[in-house]
Each structure stands twice: as structure tokens, then as C-alpha cells.
T-cell receptor, first 115, second 112 residues
Framework: DGGITQSPKYLFRKEGQNVTLSCEQN?????MYWYRQDPGQGLRLIYY???????QKGDIAEGYSVSREKKESFPLTVTSAQKNPTAFYLC??????????????FGPGTRLTVL | AQTVTQSQPEMSVQEAETVTLSCTYD???????LFWYKQPPSRQMILVIR??????QNATENRFSVNFQKAAKSFSLKISDSQLGDAAMYFC?????????FGAGTRLTVKP
């Protein structure tokens, strides 16, 4: 089945530690995205990538880092510099060959809790 | 910057009735897409319906339809014959050049 997988589903981190969230897609999509979702708020864009080895900051990139070494993978690292990392993180992907208006497909999300 | 506003944090509807969720957006672009996504308790985001800005005809997907008013920058979602499985958070989204912006969401409750 084609889709997007995120792991782990739940993640706990101690203050001061970096943690990496995994996102893999087998939809052959060029573009991948990371969003943060807080209670009562919509999705806010952290980083996105439209091609391997290239990525762009979104609205709330501070305290986060990403890499795009493979088309299928777009891991997100939450660093100790992120002041309030407890949140629900969603990864998405989309095709871009049909123009700029393609639907984004979402993974199941990772709930990160800082202890 | 484009913004998307959903003015109804919560809505409720009786099973089998119709409900309309509101969404307005701000943009200076003439060509873009609008989406409604559903997020059930599982938190999996699911596309409900989408509308191309250059199409005047309102999109329809089974029980879901939109009222797209381009001049007013309004994009409401109508759910007919509401079912218990429709209970979820609904997010309106605007997309231009793969830059997708989401509203804060509307929580829909369906009463049996």
C-alpha cells in the first residue's frame, strides 16, 4: 500500500536532548513537509523540501533541523534549542509535477512529549 | 502573507441534518486551490474536498459540497445528511505554489 509512515507514534524526551522524528513515503512524491499542531490551533509549517538535498524554512523553523538525502525520507530533528517542543508533529508529501496545486497526503503523526 | 480564518471553533449538528462550516481567506493571488481536510480522533488528516480558484462551479463529493465565493474570499463546507462518523476537526486550507496555509479548525460534534 502506498502512503506515508511516521515513527514512533509517541515519543518522550528529556529536556536538553535532541530527538529525531522519522517520515518515509512510497508515493514517489517530490515534495515533503513537516507541520506542528498544538491544541486549538491549525497546522504550522516547520520545514519543506521540493527536491533531494534541498529544503526551505517554514514559519516556525527555529529549534528544528531537517535533511533530505533520499526522495523517500525527510527526518525532522527537534533540538534542545526548541523552547516548547511538546506537540503533535505531522509529515506530509505531495506531487509537484501537476503544477503548484497538488493535494498533500499526511502521515499518522508523532506525539512528542518533553518530560 | 496568505491567512485562513475559521470563525467557528465548535459546531454541532443532529444526525441526518445539514451543517455548514465557514472559512475565509486573504490573498492577492488569482489562481490557487482551496481544501477542506478532516481530522478524526485518530488524528489522521483526510482530504474531504478541493476547489480550484479558476473554476466557478462549486465542488461536490457525495454528501460534501462547497460554496466558493471568490470575490468575497469565502469557502464554506456543507455536510448533508450528517453521520456520526463525520464528527471530527475540520480544517480549511489555502494552497499556492505548494505553500499550504491552514485555518485553526472547527470541531464538529454530531448528536445521535
Amino acid at each position: 500500500d502506498g502512503g506515508i509512515t511516521q515513527s514512533p507514534k509517541y515519543l518522550f524526551r528529556k529536556e536538553g536532548q535532541n530527538v529525531t522524528l522519522s517520515c518515509e513515503q512510497n508515493l514517489n512524491h517530490d515534495a515533503m513537509y513537516w507541520y506542528r499542531q498544538d491544541p486549538g490551533q491549525g497546522l504550522r509549517l516547520i520545514y519543506y523540501s521540493q527536491i533531494v538535498n534541498d529544503f526551505q524554512k517554514g514559519d516556525i523553523a527555529e529549534g528544528y533541523s531537517v535533511s533530505r538525502e533520499k526522495k523517500e525520507s525527510f527526518p525532522l530533528t527537534v533540538t534542545s534549542a526548541q523552547k516548547n517542543p511538546t506537540a503533535f508533529y505531522l509529515c506530509a508529501s505531495s506531487a509537484i509535477d501537476g503544477g503548484p496545486y497538488n493535494e498533500q497526503f499526511f502521515g499518522p503523526g508523532t506525539r512528542l512529549t518533553v518530560l | 502573507a496568505q491567512t485562513v480564518t475559521q470563525s467557528q471553533p465548535e459546531m454541532s449538528v443532529q444526525e441526518a441534518e445539514t451543517v455548514t462550516l465557514s472559512c475565509t481567506y486573504d490573498t492577492s493571488e488569482s489562481d490557487y486551490y482551496l481544501f477542506w481536510y478532516k481530522q478524526p480522533p485518530s488524528r489522521q488528516m483526510i482530504l474531504v474536498i478541493r476547489q480550484e480558484a479558476y473554476k466557478q462551479q462549486n465542488a461536490t463529493e457525495n454528501r460534501f459540497s462547497v460554496n466558493f465565493q471568490k470575490a468575497a474570499k469565502s469557502f464554506s463546507l456543507k455536510i448533508s445528511d450528517s453521520q456520526l462518523g463525520d464528527a471530527a476537526m475540520y480544517f480549511c486550507a489555502y494552497s499556492n505554489n505548494n505553500d499550504m496555509r491552514f485555518g485553526a479548525g472547527t470541531r464538529l460534534t454530531v448528536k445521535p
